[in-house]
């Protein structure tokens, strides 16, 4: 079974942009779903983004409108942009892969949303 590993996190103002990106490694197969949690400081583990093997995306209340999450299947990569910003979403940022085999988290990438 493979590896994922985040990048792109980082401090940004309330309204900004930022772009995660998850990176695996090892056979990875394309119908496989990738997805994207986050963990607030004090709060469980929530998922925001998926997206299945056929392309199908589910956002949770939180965030849809305001990130996307794609895929690169060429590149074994997959993405989460996120606008607009809000402080509410600060947190440690996790990719996520769904196999056969169960699934596979990244080490994680802080983003925190501040003035």
């Given at each position: ?33 990738k997805a994207w949690y ?78």
């Amino acid at each position: 079974q493979g590896q994922v590993a985040e990048s792109g996190g980082g401090l940004v103002q309330p309204g900004g942009s930022l772009r995660l990106s998850c990176a695996a490694t090892g056979t990875i197969s394309r119908n496989s779903a990738k997805a994207w949690y986050r963990q607030a400081p004090g709060k469980r583990r929530e998922r925001v983004a998926l997206i299945t093997g056929l392309g199908t995306t589910l956002y949770s209340d939180s965030v849809a409108g305001r990130f996307t999450i794609s895929v690169d299947n060429l590149k074994n990569e997959w993405y989460l942009q996120m606008n607009n910003l809000k402080p509410g979403d600060t947190g440690v940022y996790y990719c996520n892969l769904k196999s056969q085999s169960g699934d596979t988290w990244g080490q994680g990438t802080q983003v925190t949303v501040s003035s």
